[in-house]
């Protein structure tokens, strides 16, 4: 059996920490010893009893300057040594009606966000010469939805770019991974049930994900077990992601 994750003594940066993932994010890393630096745009959320120390900044990464204050913020004291890259938006607006201002509001939150923070942190943990990134991805960068496209080019991009800094910073033992979430049933943000049953019964496993897988495969990829391991994008989603002819 693999010994889980050891990150007492590491610290961990976490965007969009009080969203559901985000939360579980912090609660998988807390449980394996992390100091936490957690962000979002809201208050902080409550996690129960904390088990180890955390601190929290609410953060705009919709904008240039918020995302370099966050950037400034983090590497304050030390430089953390792990990224995950959480925060995303989608809004359902139809390709043909998403305006210029939905348009940068997306990019600027899914792509221009963990572009800026993986470039300045990513450039203090190469000076050190060690340090794991984490971006979280979707799905839907490589399925067109009319109502998401916008957001499906900002993940595949991010994809793209998530390759890109592991070929940049890996010489300096910086690694750099992406992983894609399955849906999960308490995670809808306005996604209709009827829509959720489909999804589940169409996975390969007939379900849907389930709180903390997706951040059990994050807490490996940033741990020293995936140390041979960079500009990867792996689906935690039961094999939704297999190219195959759905059922009738």
Same mark, same amino acid.
């Given at each position: 059996?693999?010994? /889980? ?7 961990? %940066? ?5 969203? $559901? ?37 609410? /953060?705009?990464? /919709?904008? %240039?300057? +918020? ?18 890259? *959480? ?17 940068? %509001? ?6 221009? /966000? ?16 060690? +340090? $794991? @990134?984490? *971006? ?10 009319? *109502? ?8 595949? %991009? ?11 910073? +890996? ?13 999960? &049933?308490?995670?809808?943000?306005? @996604? ?9 019964? &169409? ?39 297999? *190219? ?5």
């Amino acid at each position: 059996m693999t010994a /889980a994750p050891d990150f007492r003594g590491r610290t961990v %940066a976490i965007t969009g920490a009080a969203g $559901a993932y985000g939360q579980d994010l912090a609660r998988a890393f807390a449980e394996l010893g992390a100091h936490l630096l957690l962000s979002d745009r809201t208050e902080p959320v409550p996690m129960g009893p904390p088990t180890q120390t955390m601190r929290y900044l609410r /953060a705009d990464l /919709a904008s %240039a300057a +918020g995302v370099d204050a966050l950037a400034d913020w983090l590497l304050a004291d030390a430089v953390p040594d792990v990224l995950v890259n *959480n925060a995303g938006v989608f809004p359902f607006v139809d390709l043909m009606e998403l305006s210029p201002e939905g348009f940068d %509001a997306i990019l600027g939150v899914n792509l221009r /966000a963990p572009w800026r923070l993986t470039q300045r942190v990513g450039a203090a943990m190469a000076a050190r010469g060690a +340090g $794991a @990134i984490c *971006n979280i991805s979707s799905g839907a960068a490589s399925v067109v939805r009319e *109502n998401g496209a916008v957001y499906g080019a900002s993940k595949a %991009a991010l994809e793209h770019l998530t390759q890109a800094f592991a070929v940049r910073l +890996g010489p300096a033992g910086v690694r750099v991974n992406a992983v894609r979430p399955g849906l999960r &049933g308490d995670t809808r943000d306005g @996604i209709p049930d009827e829509h959720l049953r489909r999804v589940g019964q &169409g996975v390969p496993l007939r379900r849907l994900a389930q709180p903390g897988e997706v951040a059990a495969m994050v807490t490996f990829l940033c741990s020293d077990a995936a140390a041979f391991v960079t500009g990867q994008t792996i689906s935690v989603d039961g094999g939704n992601a297999i *190219n195959r002819r759905m059922p009738a």
